[in-house]
Nanobody
Framework: QVQLVESGGGLVQAGGSLRLSCAAS????????MGWFRQAPGKEREFVAK????????YYADSVKGRFTISRDNAKNTVYLQMNSLKPEDTAVYYC????????????WGQGTQVTVSS
């Protein structure tokens, strides 16, 4: 089992920045791909970003490309999402997720952290 705890959400004005953190505990974190997803009110959860276990490969949704950066520190069992140039449409609950190498799917999820961007 892997436990994930997000932090760093809050209220920010449009154009501002936030950095989300996701602390992992349990099984070997460094072998897992990690991802960030978000869910806005009345909408389905959507993919935001993903990083491979080595940190060498990253993937982003088109809507956040060039503004958000995903990174990880395997020594700290932590994955980050740096969010710059935030827009009101980025308002959502942001979730961290872990993808075991044997699964190929995001099997573990955090409880989420609220990000609100005011116009």
């Amino acid at each position: 089992q892997v436990q994930l705890v997000e932090s760093g959400g809050g209220l920010v004005q449009a154009g501002g920045s936030l950095r989300l953190s996701c602390a992992a505990s349990g099984r070997t974190f460094s072998n897992y791909a990690m991802g960030w997803f978000r869910q806005a009110p009345g909408k389905e959860r959507e993919f935001v970003a993903k990083i491979r276990w080595s940190g060498g490969s990253t993937y982003y949704a088109d809507s956040v490309k060039g503004r958000f950066t995903i990174s990880r520190d395997n020594a700290k069992n932590t994955v980050y999402l740096q969010m710059n140039s935030l827009k009101p449409e980025d308002t959502a609950v942001y979730y961290c997720a872990a993808e075991p190498p044997e699964s190929g799917e995001f099997d573990y999820w955090g409880q989420g952290t609220q990000v609100t961007v005011s116009s």
